[in-house]
């Protein structure tokens, strides 16, 4: 059952980005990163509502009617489905970045194991990969892309503290891990929003994997 | 050849779960978790049957000809076949946990590997894991989750005897292991069944990431 | 261009033999264990002949005009093509074991590496593992499966001399390993052979893991 | 929209190339070894003409439209599309080996790593694989094929400079790395090409198993 909009919000709008939400779950699924029904994915509607996934649903086969419209404060429109627990993270994003027009959190097994890893220095820190281009705004290997790693909360208020204070002091910010947990990370439309996650997912392996060979 | 049930079980019902078991096989089978024709699954039919894959069959190609039904004594009803040599262990579930529907017993890599690596422990231990919260009962990553590991052995009631003593101490279990050999889980329909195993699957191949990176 | 082949040799017969080689070449190519044009299969026809692979095809996609017919002394019946450079390893393997109907030879990633590692040792030994079962005459995992690991030679009567002393000394064989190479397993038919593959391609990669996660 | 060529370039052979340089994308893309939009891939047209892809294209659905035609200086021919960044180090290669008719450079997460891994050695050296027969001009495992690994650079120049300093040594070259970003691999034709990517990822990913087992 597709969610019915209250004017003026156009179903074709939700609809078109219910697809382009379905799509990206598929392929995030096909690559193993959404494991039991876990992750959940938004995209931008208008400067009061966002689409996000329901709760629960198998991220690999998603249809419009998995995807349901909430206001800034997470509230369902339209809808007596319950929205991803997460779901204030995504208007965070959305309100800290004008530009943000779509959100992917995952839960690959890499990122659950480098979320762990690095959970004690707080950050993971890329230099020297040609990858890191793929990251909006980086023309060379030579920059530095810094991922914070907060500490997991079931309690969405103080995860939305350590992203503000990080944002807050000024430092740059393309996505971040939770402990434990997985990525969120976002873009200027669907497709940079995946080539963020594929760069980051790859990124963060080709870490773990280094760190094997050499300590 | 469709196994043909005595009245009152009904025919349609063992279609149902037949069709169920066959699309969870070729889920896992595609997975690379039940290589070389090994791993066996179930569905409960009624108080005195249970729907279980016939010995020996590729678990990626099953339809309803590979499923046979047996009642709670493990013996073969309205069939000539051989039921997997491990059925008493689904039977022993299905009589200990009234509310499971379905089980699923897979032999991937990961589970193989990790099941002799914590052997001697006798236990898997899954702490600060948010996946943990897709085993049912479960909303937070703060939550222990224990999960045996037996000693391997040809002799099923060896086997149940363990399961037993596990239960009637009255510890959790949501799944086991058998050291060198694979898992069992099981849920209250296919659906979380599955759910389940694709969930231990992944906090186990965490825990084997994360142990290789921090020993 | 399909293979003439003299009387009383059966076109049927090579058509189904070919048919069953070109589908697990397809099998073991989509696991990724037959890399770069690498890996060489074969099927008995009768007392005097096999099908074998012609040399450098793409294993992923063979037909029947990539099987030619050799004579148990490697020698080419009604084909100008070349056979696999490593003919002479499955005709021995044909005339030592009455009762193989199929070999299979690649060269996974875990083959070569386990090859390499084992090469000093001469040999793999699996214990414990229940899916030693999946090798046929084993019904246990309290069994112990050796497999030698034989140093590489482009010199095939060197690898034949290496076979035939292990099997003179009444060691028992149901596959063998080569040097930075491959492995190389039979079997009954087709299905146990390509059993028997997945098999030990299951049991070289749990060796590898635990190996790495223990020393 | 395909490119237009001036004579006497052929529009027949553009698109020959073009879809060959499609099919191989896609077949590296499934491997996951081109992520996130990154590698580049050609094929030479004639002695003034190559065939590249388009900067920023997903690899893994390439079409007509995607690849342009550069000359020898890498400049575009009949098109107002940007080429890859890296198409100089393409040139190079169909002028040092006038025998190179396709070039692929992927980015996979074993290339990635181990051009890190060596990049102090600034060599990979394989020696003693059976794979190794795949690169054209090798019979034996017991030759030694050695990949340079070149500095990361966002200056083509300093790259070609390092190249042609390895091939005005007199030292043979069929593939090179660059740290922490991919490698690069030729041959006689697309198929050709496509089995050296295969056997070099192969190989890199054996040697870096090898060291995590015998470190």
């Known amino acids: 059952?597709?969610?019915?909009?209250?004017?003026?919000?156009?179903?074709?709008?939700?609809?078109?980005?219910?697809?382009?939400?379905?799509?990206?779950?598929?392929?995030?699924?096909?690559?193993?990163?959404?494991?039991?029904?876990?992750?959940?994915?938004?995209?931008?509607?208008?400067?009061?509502?966002?689409?996000?996934?329901?709760?629960?649903?198998?991220?690999?086969?998603?249809?419009?009617?998995?995807?349901?419209?909430?206001?800034?404060?997470?509230?369902?429109?339209?809808?007596?489905?319950?929205?991803?627990?997460?779901?204030?993270?995504?208007?965070?994003?959305?309100?800290?970045?004008?530009?943000?027009?779509?959100?992917?959190?995952?839960?690959?097994?890499?990122?659950?194991?480098?979320?762990?890893?690095?959970a004690d220095a707080g950050i993971v820190r890329f230099e020297g990969w040609e990858l890191q281009k793929a990251i909006s705004g980086h023309t060379t290997h030579e920059s530095v892309i810094d991922v914070p790693v907060l500490p997991n909360s079931q309690h969405m208020p103080e995860l939305m503290a350590k992203v503000d204070a990080w944002l807050d002091a000024g430092k740059p910010l393309y996505a971040y891990l939770i402990s434990g947990h997985g990525i969120y990370t976002w873009g200027r439309d669907m497709n940079e929003t995946l080539r963020h996650l594929e760069a980051f997912e790859f990124l963060l392996g080709c870490e773990l994997d280094l760190r094997r060979l050499t300590r």
């Open 1 to 118: 059952m597709t969610a019915s909009l209250q004017a003026p919000l156009s179903q074709d709008l939700f609809n078109h980005r219910a697809d382009d939400i379905a799509a990206a779950g598929k392929y995030a699924a096909d690559h193993g990163w959404t494991p039991a029904t876990s992750s959940n994915f938004s995209a931008r509607l208008d400067e009061d509502h966002i689409a996000v996934t329901i709760s629960g649903r198998d991220k690999g086969r998603l249809g419009r009617e998995d995807v349901m419209v909430v206001d800034y404060q997470g509230r369902p429109v339209g809808s007596s489905h319950r929205p991803s627990a997460e779901t204030l993270l995504h208007t965070q994003i959305y309100q800290r970045f004008p530009e943000a027009q779509a959100i992917l959190h995952t839960h690959s097994r890499v990122q659950s194991v480098a979320s762990r890893l690095y």
